[in-house]
Every structure is written in structure tokens, then in C-alpha cells.
């Protein structure tokens, strides 16, 4: 297991930026896959991004392409999520989360072992 700590959530007006910390404590993040979900109230947990070892590989949800970005900051042991024109349908809880392995499924939730504690994201129309 591999302590993460989500930070940078917080209320933003339609349109507005967040940019959301994945820190881990006692490993190398970039060890790991990391991915970011998030779950809104009612709905499932989706993927919203995903990021290779090595940062040279990213992935989308379709929802989060053109306006997310995530990126590795090795030298603090982060991993970022940027987020520019947000949507009230953006608002959710997000996680990010890590894996050993990179596949097919690192779009599914069942692909990550290790799991951060989530940051609340609130975007107001």
C-alpha cells in the first residue's frame, strides 16, 4: 500500500481552473500507473485520466479531453491533474489512484490497487 493524498479541490464558478495534487508518501509515485476518478452523488465511479511511469503517456476520458491535463512532478513525488473550463457537470469527488501494471483496463476502477481518500471538486453554474 502506498499512503496518497489528494489536495487542490475546492469551489470554482463555471469556466474557472483547479489544479488537483496526487502525493504519495514512502514510494516513488513514479513507480506506479496513477490514475484519476471521479464519482459525482448517485453516479459510478469513472475514469477521468491516467499517466505511464515514465509521464511520456496520458489518457482521457472523452469528458476530460482538451480541458485536463496530468502530468509527474518527480521532484516533490506528485502527480498533477490541471483542469480549465470546468463544468458544473465536472463536480464530483476525485481520487487518484495507483497500479502496478499498464493494460487495457486502466480505465476501470478495478485496475488500481491503492486509492487516495478523494478531494471534493465544486463548480457553481
Known amino acids: 500500500q502506498v499512503p496518497l493524498v489528494e489536495s487542490g479541490g475546492g469551489l470554482v464558478q463555471a469556466g474557472g481552473s483547479l489544479r488537483l495534487s496526487c502525493a504519495a508518501s514512502?514510494?516513488?509515485?513514479?513507480?506506479?500507473?496513477t490514475g484519476w476518478f471521479r464519482q459525482a452523488p448517485g453516479k459510478e465511479r469513472e475514469f477521468v485520466a491516467g499517466?505511464?511511469?515514465?509521464?511520456?503517456?496520458?489518457f482521457y476520458a472523452d469528458s476530460a479531453k482538451g480541458r485536463f491535463t496530468t502530468s509527474r512532478d518527480n521532484a516533490n513525488n506528485t502527480v498533477n491533474l490541471q483542469m480549465n473550463s470546468l463544468r458544473p457537470e465536472d463536480t464530483a469527488v476525485y481520487y487518484c489512484?495507483?497500479?502496478?501494471?499498464?493494460?487495457?483496463?486502466?480505465?476501470?476502477?478495478?485496475?488500481?490497487?491503492?486509492w487516495g481518500q478523494g478531494a471534493q471538486v465544486t463548480v457553481s453554474s
Open positions: 499517466i505511464s511511469r515514465s509521464g511520456g503517456t496520458t
Open positions: 514512502g514510494r516513488t509515485l513514479s513507480s506506479f500507473i
Open positions: 489512484a495507483t497500479s502496478n501494471t499498464l493494460g487495457a483496463s486502466i480505465y476501470q476502477d478495478n485496475h488500481y490497487e491503492n
